[in-house]
């Protein structure tokens, strides 16, 4: 409830507003009920001495139920029932008036009758109604001119009637712009014929080319297709829908969800929004809590993942925030981005720094005393690491190594690194150098738990996810590059399946297992394992895509099959045989249960991996690991 103090300018007008409509329709019943007789002027002296009570009573009831709080603008069903209860308020202390107070102590007789009072309902309701109604219709026409002719393109909303409402009403209240809705195409058999906000449901999703033939007979071409969260259902096959209407030469668009807090604005459609499954609900002011007033240090910063943490972290409210990259280009980009983006009031640094310079990092990072460290920086490209193996050893072992050293040694909260599904059994050098780094935090956690009895100031855990869609080596760029390119589209194996997430989900995922391993009960556990629904066959998603495109595969772009590369497998596990899964109760996440090996047997291993790769010796590196990790290559494809 806001506070007396608290109430605007706006607010007080609202307030006089609503106590002159007041006392006018308690006049007004007075007048009606006893026009042209003796008794109306025989009652005014002592309905002038009521005034001031019932005013002051009226404004604590207006008070309490926030009426003079409410916009005008946005006036609705909600806001005419609480006028409603307002008026039924006033009309029962009225009654209270008449009956107990007056009639028996002051006249010997009733002083308003039930018929006055019964008018003095009905006119409260008007009074109160009328001006706010009559504001909110001149707004609406005044937005909806304003759209039909600020260069508002035609559209077609496609999706159930419930989506295209809220569609509409964001037409209506000035928030969606450049857009007309002339129509509605609904894949519910229910909502055809309807009108929906004066609105018409044209027909199914199927009628697309009938719809847009009759509106261009009558000169009324259809120019936009903008397709609500239902037309994405995969059993309306979505992808289809896309291919006809860019056929038909509309452009079509989507409304992003305004879950996360984004503006709302049109979006093109993306091939994320036929590939997911519905986003896991996240906790957002869990995540503020975490963040908001933070020192954040965010490593490889410049990728995919680094960047979409930087920007999650300011929306989130970090105070300060330090990017580690080794490209120069990649921190210039995203420290323009961030300016860009004017999220918050965060001091952000950007350092060039390779995660190898055990020395650099060590010293940029305890200069900065971070409170959270997220650690992205990585090498990640299978074929690349199945080549050059030593390389893929510095970075995602020993870098990891002088990120995890340097939270630990600057006191942060928590160091969190990014991992992989291939680090589940692996078969690949990606596979097998994430899960040594995993192995390396999970000791020093345990390490330093047992340090303080339990109770350990700091955690290190490790998140793994599959492929993250639009994702810098991902297949979607390439695919869409290929598509471009006229194909054809190149696919490993037929039977090549794999898990995807979009960056943002994937990305506040990831910052919810901060927040769980940072819980005041320490959790037992330490690497977490991201929900990614159900896995995603290869050749479908460039068949999807091909689709998407406005094309056909197999007769406008083929798709041919090269074989699977070093290091890979059909499909991915999302749980090791000796790491069982542990529910956490976070929608979203589970977790592996701890399995690594002691810390002295792990620097064992990191001082003979440090002697063989200066040597440059391949051979001796694969065995160390093999050593460390037993279920390496253990399920090759």
Known sequence: MTRLSHLTYRNILIAAHDLLASVAALFAAFYIRFEGASAFWDRVPLLLQIVP????????????????????????????????????????????????????????????????????????????????????????????????????????????????????????????????????????????????????????????????????RRGKPIARALMTPSAFEPELHPETFLMRARRLGLIVSRLPSLESGDAPRLA??????????????????RLEMLVKGKAVVVTGGGGSIGSEICHRALTFGAARLLILENSEPALYAITEALAAANEGNAAVEGRIADIRDRERVLRLISEFKP???????????????????????????????????????????????????????????????????EMYCQALDRELAERHSGRSPMRLISVRFGNVLASNGSVVPKFKAQIEAGGPVTVTHPDM?????????????????????????????????????????????????????????????????????????????????????VEIGVAGIMAAKPNEPPMLALKKWIAALDQAIARDDPVTIKAILKEAVPEFGSTAA
Not at 270 to 277: I, N, Y
Not at 396 to 425: H, L, P, Q, R, Y
Not at 565 to 573: A, S
């Open 53 to 216: 009570y019932f005013v002051v009573f009226s404004f604590v009831v207006f008070y309490v139920s926030r009426l003079m709080t409410t916009k005008w603008r946005f006036i609705s069903l909600p806001d005419a029932l609480n006028i409603v209860r307002v008026a039924t308020v006033l009309t029962l202390a009225l009654l209270v008036l008449d009956y107990v107070i007056v009639a028996p102590n002051v006249r010997g007789t009733f002083f308003l009758g039930k018929l006055t009072i019964i008018l003095f309902w009905f006119l409260e309701i008007f009074a109160l109604s009328a001006l706010r109604f009559a504001y909110r219709y001149f707004r609406y026409t005044r937005v909806r001119h304003h759209a039909r002719t600020d260069d508002a393109a035609p559209a077609l909303l496609v999706g159930r009637t419930a989506d295209a409402e809220v569609v509409l009403r964001g037409i209506e209240s000035g928030a969606v712009k450049r857009i007309w809705p002339i129509g509605i195409l609904s894949p519910s058999v229910s909502d055809r014929g309807q009108i929906i906000r004066n609105v018409p449901v044209l027909g199914g999703i199927d009628d697309i080319e009938d719809v847009a033939a009759d509106f261009a």
């Open 371 to 437: 409170d959270l460290v997220f650690h992205a920086a990585a090498l990640k490209h299978v074929p690349i690491l199945e080549r050059d193996w030593s390389e893929g050893v510095k970075t995602n072992i020993f870098g990891s190594i002088n990120v995890a050293d340097a939270a630990v040694a600057a006191g942060a909260e928590a160091m969190v690194m990014i991992s992989t599904d291939k680090a589940i059994e692996p078969v690949s050098m990606l596979g097998l150098t994430k899960r040594f780094a």
């Open 497 to 581: 399946v794999r898990y995807f997430m979009t960056i943002r989900e994937a990305c506040d995922l990831v910052i919810t297992a901060a927040s769980h391993a940072l819980a005041p009960e320490r959790p037992g556990v330490s690497v977490y394992v991201l929900n990614m629904g159900q896995p995603v066959r290869i050749v479908e998603l460039a068949e999807r895509m091909i689709r998407l495109s406005g094309l056909q595969p197999g007769y406008d772009v083929e798709v041919v099959f090269t074989g699977i590369r070093p290091g890979e497998r059909l499909n991915e596990i999302l749980f090791a045989s000796e790491e069982p899964p």
């Open 268 to 285: 093109p459609v993306a091939v994320e929004d036929l590939l997911l499954r519905p986003s896991e609900k996240i906790d957002y002011a």
